[in-house]
């Protein structure tokens, strides 16, 4: 009988007693950060002009892109363009340009762009950022 008091005497701390709560101290040893960063490539044209249909390619991999301004229409590129009155802009989330790129103006040779990228990381992400003005 003493087993029997003794075994029901264990379920009921068992079932009544939880086990102790995780440490919440914030140190899990995995890195949590869902922070982003957005990499900004913005062109301007010198003569000022917002008329224009343009191609950016880069050797190392990139996606073409193929814009047509004022109107905005873009096929291909890393993420999102905008016409602006004097150029356009590309914006990437999480991304690092190549360094060098290839810009094509309506139908003009291609020139080399070669900004100055300047680079910044976020959590695990790292973007690259740069202005460059196209005679």
């Not at 000022?48 to 229409?73: W, Y």
Request: hydrophobic share 40%; with cysteine; charged share 20%.
């Amino acid at each position: 009988m003493s087993r029997l008091l003794l075994g029901s005497f264990c379920f009921c701390f068992l079932t009544a007693c939880p086990p102790p709560a995780p440490d919440d101290s914030g140190d899990s040893g995995v890195d949590d950060c869902l922070a982003t960063c957005v990499g900004e490539l913005v062109v301007r044209f010198a003569d000022g002009r917002s008329d224009f249909q343009v191609q950016l390619t880069a050797e190392a991999l990139f996606s073409t892109l193929n814009l047509a301004c004022p109107e905005n229409i873009a096929a291909g590129g890393p993420g999102e363009t905008t016409c602006l009155e004097d150029g356009f802009s590309v914006l990437a989330s999480s991304y690092v340009y190549p360094e060098i790129l290839q810009l094509k103006v309506d139908d003009a040779d291609p020139i080399a762009l070669a900004p100055e990228w300047a680079q910044e990381t976020v959590c695990t992400a790292t973007c690259s950022s740069a202005e460059v003005v196209v005679d």
